[in-house]
């Protein structure tokens, strides 16, 4: 599945690029420890977290993530959404708790 499929599928608020939009997910990471999900997330999976700032970008970019998911309506920062954009990593909001997202993953085939 593509993350423009998975967005429209859900309704989740996405800010993304064509490039990003058009990127495969592989599978589903959850974790809001940052050290944690650099040594265990891998390439072209979702990973949902409340962490909502500069870092989990960057996190995002060097783990080549398909998509950061800011789970239980964390705030996001228009810092963070262009971020997001320029390093081509797509940024969707929810107000539904990590474990919601989840279940919705997985009624996705994910």
């Avoid at 999900?37 to 977290?49: H, S």
Wanted: glycine fraction near 6%.
């Amino acid at each position: 599945m593509r993350v423009k499929e998975f967005a429209q599928k859900t309704g989740f608020k996405i800010w993304a690029s064509d490039k990003a939009l058009e990127r495969e997910i592989a599978g589903v990471f959850v974790g809001d420890l940052l050290s944690w999900v650099m040594g265990n997330c891998e390439a072209d999976q979702i990973w949902i977290t409340v962490q909502s700032h500069l870092n989990s970008v960057a996190v995002s970019a060097l783990k080549e993530i398909s998509m950061l998911v800011i789970a239980q309506g964390a705030p996001i920062e228009q810092e963070m959404i262009d971020k997001a954009l320029e390093e081509d990593i797509a940024l969707c909001a929810c107000e539904l708790p990590a474990y919601e997202i989840c279940k919705k993953c997985v009624e996705l085939g994910l």
